[in-house]
């Protein structure tokens, strides 16, 4: 019971609110966990009300700049054989868990995964062994629903358009999004294709519970890439 409140407080908190994804590319100046840290912190002195945030040496520095702040930590992980990569082991979100995140960004994809667990049993261990909450990464409602009936309590549209059934279409995920949001019983999470204040209104408009926008506010090294397009020409 006291597990089940600590959950409601922490998505009631996050109801309507903005999350800020801070990440950067491996080979730029910001992904020192310092820089990340110190990015996480400038969003969140602007108004976000949580993080999402990817390796465990980036989630402990976060959690010690941020020590009362919601982090969603993930793990970007590849292994040959499968597409997975967002927390795609049990060994990876406990890695997150123990760096200090509060709730498992995991892939709910219903792809093989590198060790052959499946979806349900690791959404299971991350609740029953590590005490924590999951957030899962979807690319279409039937790996959402599989991942909120194993007791995911949170569902984003975080993988439309980046999975090889989806590669042909262009986030944000709309429709997606509507079927999470009025299908599954979950804290609904849109993620993906953000670009402007007015594409997140649309978002909350459609039924998500909070957003999480990434490039448009923390990718400089992305965003000045996309500038420089003319200049190559």
């Known amino acids: 019971m006291e597990r ?19 990440q950067a590319p491996p080979d730029s100046p910001l992904y020192a966990p310092e820089m990340i840290a110190a990015i996480a912190k400038a969003a969140v002195l602007r108004g976000a009300a949580a993080v999402r ?3 465990p040496a980036h989630v402990k520095a976060v959690r010690q700049a941020l020590p ?5 930590g993930l793990w970007k992980q590849t292994f040959p054989g499968s597409e997975v990569y967002i927390t795609p082991r049990f060994a990876d979100a406990m890695a997150i868990a123990e760096a200090g995140a509060d709730i498992i960004a995991i892939d709910a994809t ?14 299971q261990q ?3 062994k590590l005490g924590k909450r999951v957030m899962a990464d979807a690319d279409d409602l039937a790996g959402a629903k599989v991942a909120v009936e194993a007791g995911a309590e949170i569902a984003g549209t975080t993988l439309y358009g980046y999975t090889t059934q989806t ?7 709309w429709a997606l999004l509507e079927k999470i949001a009025t299908q599954l019983d979950c804290f609904t999470i849109c993620e993906g294709g953000i670009a402007t204040p007015e594409m997140a209104q649309q978002a909350l408009d459609l039924g998500a ?3 999480v926008v990434g490039t448009a506010i923390t990718g400089v090294d992305l965003k000045v ?7 190559e020409t």
């Open 68 to 72: 009362q702040i919601p982090i969603i």
């Open 209 to 211: 519970n909070a957003v």
């Open 126 to 128: 991350i609740k029953n």
């Open 53 to 55: 945030i990817d390796t």
């Open 110 to 123: 219903l792809r093989d995964r590198p060790n052959g667990e499946q979806l349900p049993d690791l959404v």
């Open 4 to 22: 089940t409140l600590f959950i409601l407080a922490m998505l009631t908190a996050l109801d309507h609110q903005l999350i800020v994804s801070c």
């Open 225 to 231: 890439q996309a500038f420089m397009k003319p200049f």
């Open 167 to 173: 590669r042909q279409d262009q986030p944000p995920a």
